[in-house]
C-alpha cells in the first residue's frame, strides 16, 4: 500500500509516497501504529490524526488491501481538540 502525509506528518516523512507492506488483514490502526513506533515524537498527535483509505475517510477497523492508498491528516491550527477516545 502506498501512505501519503500532511501537515507536520509530511515534515517528518518528506517524499510525496511511501510504500509500506504489512501482512494480510493488517487494519487501519497497524498503519498508524507502524508510524507511531517510527515517530515517537509526535505522540501528541497520534491520537487526532484522521485517515483517508482510497479518499474516503475510514475508521480504525476498516481492513486494508494490497494496492490500497492510506492518507494520513493530522489535526491543523484551529481544529477542534482531540480526545483520547479517537483513533
Known sequence: MQ???FGVLRERWP???????LPDG?????VL???RVAAPELEAI??????AVNQSYASASVVLADGDEV???PPVSGGTPCY????
Do not use: Y
Open 3 to 5: 501512505v501519503l502525509f
Open 15 to 21: 517524499l510525496a509516497k511511501v510504500n509500506l507492506e
Open 26 to 30: 493488517a487494519t487501519v490502526t497497524s
Open 33 to 35: 501504529e507502524h508510524f
Open 46 to 51: 497520534w491520537k487526532c490524526v484522521a485517515v
Open 71 to 73: 492518507a494520513l491528516l
Open 84 to 87: 483520547k477516545g479517537n483513533v
